[in-house]
């Protein structure tokens, strides 16, 4: 589970429980692009492996959020956000079926990619941290809490008597 701002990918067995908006490109061999003239050598990108669809929640709440349902080879995944001021889905379901995919890919592959730069981010502070040795451990009520110190806080600890 990935959470990105208010955003959320996660994986999932299916996709029940959400009213699929647009499909675009069902048929796999829409999802592969062709430059080029016919007659010239093609130069072919395949998406053919990646289904989107564009849908919303079902239940309480699904109003005000958008989904977009991946299902590729590492299994079917949902990238759920708010619409909150914009109307995302009324201008996503007006573009033409190749642009609804390449947007709803992209957002979802973005998404997806800060989510692994934050995971590398926060793994990268907590190394940092432990070499400069500003994680802070305590007990209160019977449970343990870890924090990481800024450098003033371990500047400020060390210089106390």
């Known amino acids: 589970m990935t959470v990105i701002g208010h955003n959320l990918i996660r994986k999932v067995e299916n996709f029940d429980g959400y009213e699929v908006l647009a499909h675009p490109l069902p048929s796999r061999d829409d999802r ?20 989107v669809r564009i849908a919303r929640p079902m239940g309480i709440g699904g109003n005000s959020r958008l989904a977009i349902l991946m299902h ?4 079917r995944h949902v990238l759920e956000f708010y619409e909150s001021a914009l109307p995302i889905a009324s201008a996503l379901l007006a573009l033409s079926e190749q642009e609804q995919y390449a947007l709803a890919y992209t957002l979802f592959e973005q998404a997806d990619e800060c989510a692994d730069g934050a995971r590398v981010a926060e793994a990268r502070r907590w190394a940092d941290a432990f070499v400069d040795g500003r994680i802070r451990k305590r007990r209160s009520a019977g449970k343990r809490y870890v924090h990481i110190e800024t450098p003033a806080d371990k500047a400020l600890r060390l210089s106390r008597p």
């Open 72 to 75: 590729h080879g590492g299994g």
């Open 32 to 51: 592969v692009f062709h430059r080029g003239e016919s007659g010239t050598s093609r130069v072919s990108v395949t998406y053919a492996s990646h289904d």
